[in-house]
């Protein structure tokens, strides 16, 4: 069976042709569009390594069928930077030192984002650890985590108002 | 996983109708589904998303002040709507004690009720199971189960149903609207969920081909919205299932309970509603001396299934603990930690 479904992958919209219904969108991005920055830490939805925004929310790439998501848009972490310019939850978690071998960082930060824009956080750190909490670090950097995300929150806040202005 | 079929229909009479064929799976989010068809634990050989069908994303208001919410409500979406947290906040309080953001942001209704038992041999194909392969035998038994059912088990199969959202639900005499190849029905969700006995394989009162439309909460289920709390108790702070937990509902007047509602979770194949333990209650003075009572009453006829009489204790005092917060009163806003028996002090140094 083939199926050929529409993602709008990083602003860019593409047709994609799978000759298998069983592909996730995690191994459409990783292995079939070369977008690797997604990790795959578990593949089971327990570690949030595979976290990317669909249609601006976040979740688990790795439960995702890819077939279902025809339409969708999908941002991944390399569709965050303006050419050299980091997306500010990236300078923030390089600010906050938010990572120690990255391989849960991509994740991180997507999470992070679809955080923010959820906006059920406020600046309590308590709500931001919770709210993190689908993100697994084995490293440990959570204390660098939590500071990145209420800084980048606050840059974002800041911006926006700007931007209103 | 196995190869299969991809239907995508786009009406509800047509996904009934593909669905009528043996070997069909319903597909939501598929947080629960693909995870077990990595697995080998379930192997459908035609898939059905749902997720397009129309009409099944609504959150309305009925005119009595009850609530249906659609089967593809996305449980964070439920969980933060402002009317519904305010009218039932022991639902969104167990909504957001489940899983993790990102999981919230995809589940659906349907999907949470319907999602499957995470007993190890259930997910491991090495494994005898009788819920995954009738009459294959049980290894939970002799095996690994200090987390398993202490409630309405069977030597057949010991697991218990893992969702937070149910307990609540339970509790609150919600209703399951259905749509099959029969025409449509309603199931009280306190009966949608059966204890194993000798068939285990037989998870749910739904029929083949039947399609969880709606959920309802009756108007009736408003008046707790002061005094109501789930309580969670995890081997981590959070991003974890349920040891043991407990959804509890007052109604008090002067000091005196008129109502009250209790069901636990994690301790049966089902959501577990604590019926007479209500009944003990209801008229009697809100002292602890009669919760520690009730709480007794709820457990009465539990008893271990392994190396799990600690979970009976555990749950005894989640009981006790959930009734005399729900007394203290609904917080304000939404706890820091849903569902946590820890206190909910913010900036709390228990992560760091
Ligand atoms: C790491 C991890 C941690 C988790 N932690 C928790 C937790 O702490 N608490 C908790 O409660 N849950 C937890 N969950 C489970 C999660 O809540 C479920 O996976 C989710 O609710 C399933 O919803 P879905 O839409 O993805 O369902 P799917 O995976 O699409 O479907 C699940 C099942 O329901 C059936 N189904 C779906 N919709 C319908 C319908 N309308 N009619 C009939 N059948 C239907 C499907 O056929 C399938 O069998 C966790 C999951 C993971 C992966
Ligand atoms: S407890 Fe139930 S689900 Fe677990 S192995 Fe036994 S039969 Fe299977
Ligand atoms: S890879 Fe998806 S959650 Fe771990
Ligand atoms: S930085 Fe190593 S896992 Fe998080």
């Given at each position: 069976m083939s199926l050929s479904i529409g993602l709008t992958i990083?602003?860019q919209p593409r047709t994609v042709a799978l000759d298998d219904p069983r592909v996730t969108l995690l191994d459409l991005l990783r292995e079939r569009l070369d977008l690797t920055?997604t990790?795959k830490?578990c593949d089971r939805g327990?570690?949030?390594?595979c976290t990317v925004l669909v249609d601006?929310r976040?979740i688990n790439s790795c439960l995702a069928l890819a077939a279902s998501l025809d339409g969708a848009t999908v941002?991944t ?89 | 996983m196995n190869r299969f079929d991809y239907i995508r229909p786009v009406s509800v009479p047509e996904a009934i109708a593909a669905a009528a064929v043996p070997g069909s799976a319903y597909l939501a989010a598929g947080t629960n589904l693909l995870d077990l068809m990595k697995v080998g634990a379930s192997r459908p050989e035609r898939v059905i998303n749902i997720t397009r069908l129309p009409?099944l994303d ?13 089967t593809l409500?996305r ?27 990102q999981l919230?942001n995809a589940a659906t209704?349907g999907g949470?009720?319907m999602q499957r ?6 997910h491991?194909l ?82 083949p081909g039947?399609l ?141």
């Open positions: 990083n602003g920055g990790k830490g327990q570690c949030g390594a601006g976040r941002t972490i390399e569709g965050l930077a303006d050419g050299e310019a980091l997306h500010p939850v990236q300078a923030a978690f390089i600010e906050h030192d938010g990572f120690q071998c990255g391989f849960c960082t991509p994740g991180q930060i997507m999470s992070a984002i679809g955080l923010i824009a959820e906006g059920h956080a406020g600046d309590d750190p308590e709500r931001i650890r919770e709210l993190m909490s689908g993100n697994i670090c084995r490293c440990g950097a959570y204390q660098g985590i939590t500071e990145a995300v209420l800084e980048a929150q606050k840059t974002l806040a800041e911006r926006n108002r700007r931007d209103a202005a | 009409g609504r959150i309305e208001w009925l005119p009595d002040g009850g609530v249906r919410v659609g409500v449980n964070s979406d439920l969980a933060y709507d402002e009317r519904f947290a305010k009218t039932f906040p022991v639902v969104a309080e167990a909504l957001l004690s489940g899983a993790s953001a919230r209704v949470n009720l038992t995470r007993c190890a041999y259930f491991d090495a494994g005898a199971c009788n819920r995954r392969e009738p009459g294959s035998g049980c290894d939970a038994l002799g095996g690994e189960n200090r987390l398993q059912a202490v409630l309405g088990w069977s030597e057949h199969c010991i697991a218990t149903h893992p969702s937070d959202f149910c307990v609540p639900l339970a509790a609150l005499d919600a209703i399951v609207e259905v749509e099959g190849p029969h025409g449509g029905r309603e199931i009280a969700l306190d009966t949608l969920h059966r204890l194993p006995g000798a068939t285990p394989e037989q998870e749910t009162a739904l029929l039947e969880i439309v709606a959920l309802r909460l009756p108007a009736e289920a408003s008046s707790f919205s002061r005094n109501a709390r789930y309580i969670k108790l995890r081997e981590r702070t959070s991003y974890a299932f349920a040891v043991v937990s407990a959804a509890a509902a007052l109604e008090v007047e002067g000091g005196t309970i008129r109502k009250a509602r209790i069901a636990l979770g994690g301790v049966a194949a089902k959501p577990w509603r604590a019926r007479e333990a209500e009944a003990l209650l209801e008229g009697k003075q809100a002292t602890a001396q009669a919760f520690a009572e009730a709480a007794e009453l709820a457990l009465a006829e539990a008893r271990p299934s392994g190396d799990n009489a600690f979970k009976i204790e555990l749950a005894h005092r989640i009981v006790t603990r959930a009734l005399s917060l729900a007394l203290e009163g609904t917080p304000q806003a939404m706890p820091a930690l849903p569902a946590s028996p820890f206190p909910a002090l913010s900036g709390a140094n228990h992560v760091i």
